[in-house]
């Protein structure tokens, strides 16, 4: 059963433009939404994350909007640039591990 | 400190043999985690350690599947009688403890079963 729901599966954006990738969650128990991010060949890293307290959290070009009554949440990459090109997962704990979601590959063209 | 460092970073196995994979997290972090990751979808967890306790271990984690953690530092994953569906990427992570301190993933280890 896949508790974190992810969208689109794969994204092309032109340079400057904004990449808006989408969750959906089920439980909610969860309380901590990271977003992290993936280059080929790399392990993911924690990019960005948000509590549900919050409606909004924005870290530079990053920013996850959180909206607990229907339970989704998304990344938006403000002036996306081609380095932004990687892949990008929603994830939510559950206990003491990471829950993923399938990923979403961000292509930015030039 | 260099980060979680995983070896090796690709494995190429005939289907039935063994193999171990090797993990050294972050120097100060207790808490070690196994994720594997198939093509096209999200790290799925598999076990994870508090020191050199074994605490979870997710159903994908088959007999044949092996975690330790000896000294609470470095972790090996072994496989034993690998199959083709083992074919995936290996993820370790550490984090330190806490339910949402940050998890810090390593390179991964890819394995091909042929």
């Known amino acids: 059963q896949q508790q974190v729901k992810q969208s689109p599966q794969s994204l092309i954006v032109q340079k400057g433009g904004i990449s808006i990738i989408n969750c959906a969650y089920e439980?909610?128990?969860?309380?901590?939404f990271p977003w992290y991010q993936q280059f080929p060949g790399k392990g993911p890293a924690l990019l960005i994350a948000?509590?549900?307290?919050?409606s909004e959290k924005k870290e530079g070009r990053f920013t996850i909007s959180f909206n607990k009554s229907a339970k989704q949440f998304s990344l938006h990459i403000m002036d996306s640039q081609p380095g932004d090109s990687a892949t990008y997962f929603c994830?939510?704990?559950?206990?003491?591990?990471?829950?993923f979601g399938k990923g979403t590959r961000l292509h930015i063209l030039p | 400190d260099t980060g979680v460092s995983q070896n090796p970073r690709h494995k190429i196995t005939k289907r039935g043999q063994n193999v171990t994979f090797r993990c050294d997290p972050i120097?100060?972090?207790?808490?070690l985690y196994w994720y594997r990751q198939t093509l096209g979808q999200g790290p799925e967890f598999l076990t994870y350690?508090?020191?050199?306790?074994?605490?979870?271990k997710s159903r994908l984690l088959s007999d044949r599947f092996s975690a330790e953690r000896p000294k609470g530092s470095f972790s090996t994953l072994e496989i034993q009688r690998t199959e083709q569906g083992d074919s995936a990427m290996y993820l370790c992570a550490s984090s330190s403890s806490g339910r949402e301190d940050t998890q810090y993933f390593g390179p991964g280890t890819r394995l091909t079963v042929l």
């Open positions: 994830a939510a704990p559950r206990d003491d591990k990471i829950i």
């Open positions: 439980n909610t128990a969860f309380d901590y």
């Open positions: 948000i509590r549900p307290d919050v």
């Open positions: 120097s100060e972090h207790n808490r």
């Open positions: 350690f508090q020191n050199e306790a074994q605490l979870e």
